[in-house]
């Protein structure tokens, strides 16, 4: 995919306390030929405290806000930001200064509940006629849900249509299979948190995947492990492991190289893919509460940049963004990235 670098991100920014200091959105600079390359250059805090901000996305800038666009897939000025703890929805606009995102909309969870029937937004999807909001389980529900299989290992599905089941042209019905298994890591029960120890193991916990916009590499974050993974799934039945680097982790607390002698909690989470496919970008914040269960020791924010060639990933060892105090969570790429692109065209 040709499409040019990108020079900015946007990142959501939590504090864990919820006291105090509200979260914000930061602004990351991504253009090496920056002074300021992988530091934050900008920041707009939240109105209020305690949203602990969660999966945002780019709003198209369609007929829903700027009827006017001349090309509505191509231009991206709001950012569209739910906060998994208040229900609050904020709109940002990104012009005209695009390292000071200004607020121009917050929707109250009373009105998000009027309007939508519940209150509690995790995932945001922005196609070419709206603005599509993911309830994060029951209205009053206040996190993630789940269970762990047995073993602990982690797994990725692909949904499908079965065509040798259709007729008469039709494409047959969906059907799923299971095309990769991640098993968990054996480790002494005394180096893992409570809630690990009688498994004896460390979970490689999928918390997040992202697919290049040319189709061809699946990139999975695990966040116990910290692992990620870059599978070619040219064939989607068969995807085939092309490499893989580890930062932070459970147990292993890989460090970066640009701070080799500095061990890393968290891991690989929230995944981003540049247009052209040739940068990957990941956060190590998940959910203040599981950030506590699974490092007890607290999560320390920060950003990892790999740099993707014919041979696999390697790590920027020039780009290494540690946020002090507050955990980072979603990255957005400035005008757009594989995650908001691959759905505002399907």
């Known amino acids: 995919m040709q499409a040019r670098p990108e020079t900015l991100a946007y990142m959501a920014l939590i504090n864990p306390t919820r006291q105090g200091k509200p979260d914000a959105i930061g602004v990351v600079d991504l253009d090496p030929a920056s002074k300021s390359y992988g530091r934050l250059v900008g920041q707009t805090d939240m109105p209020n405290t305690g949203d602990e901000l969660h999966h945002f996305g780019w709003n198209a800038c369609s007929a829903c806000l700027c009827p006017y666009a001349p090309h509505p897939h191509m231009e991206r000025r709001y950012l569209i930001v739910p906060g998994i703890n208040s229900s609050r929805i904020h709109i940002l606009a990104t012009k005209p200064d695009p390292r000071q995102p200004k607020i121009v909309k917050v929707i109250e969870p009373e009105e998000l509940a009027n309007r939508a029937g519940y209150a509690s937004p995790h995932t945001i999807h922005c196609g070419p006629d709206g603005i599509y909001v993911s309830a994060l389980g029951a209205p009053g529900g206040d996190g993630p849900g789940g269970t762990f299989v047995k073993d602990l290992s982690s797994s990725i599905w692909l949904w499908y249509r079965d065509k040798k089941a259709g007729s008469n042209g039709n494409p047959g019905p969906w059907a799923v299979k299971k095309i990769i298994e991640i098993p968990a890591e054996p480790a002494d029960a005394e180096t893992l948190p409570p809630l690990l120890q009688g498994f004896k193991a460390v979970a490689p916990l999928v918390t997040d995947i992202n697919l290049s916009l040319d189709d061809k590499y699946l990139y999975v974050s695990c966040w116990g492990t910290g692992e990620f993974i870059q599978y070619n799934v040219t064939d989607p039945f068969n995807p085939k492991k092309v490499s893989s680097v580890r930062l932070g982790g459970i147990i292993s607390r890989a460090a970066h190289p640009a701070a080799p002698?500095?061990?890393?909690?968290?891991?690989?989470?929230?995944?981003?893919?540049?247009?052209?496919?040739?940068?990957?970008?990941?956060?190590?914040?998940?959910?203040?509460?599981?950030?506590?269960?699974?490092?007890?020791?607290?999560?320390?924010?920060?950003?990892?940049?790999?740099?993707?060639?014919?041979?696999?990933?390697?790590?920027?060892?020039?780009?290494?963004?540690?946020?002090?105090?507050?955990?980072?969570?979603?990255?957005?790429?400035?005008?757009?990235?594989?995650?908001?692109?691959?759905?505002?065209?399907?």
């Open 261 to 346: 002698d500095q061990p890393l909690n968290g891991g690989p989470q929230m995944v981003e893919i540049s247009r052209d496919g040739k940068r990957v970008y990941f956060t190590n914040g998940l959910y203040t509460p599981w950030d506590e269960q699974f490092y007890p020791d607290g999560v320390r924010g920060w950003v990892a940049k790999l740099d993707v060639g014919a041979n696999g990933m390697t790590i920027d060892k020039k780009f290494f963004l540690q946020t002090d105090g507050m955990r980072t969570h979603q990255l957005r790429l400035e005008g757009g990235d594989a995650s908001s692109d691959s759905y505002c065209y399907a």
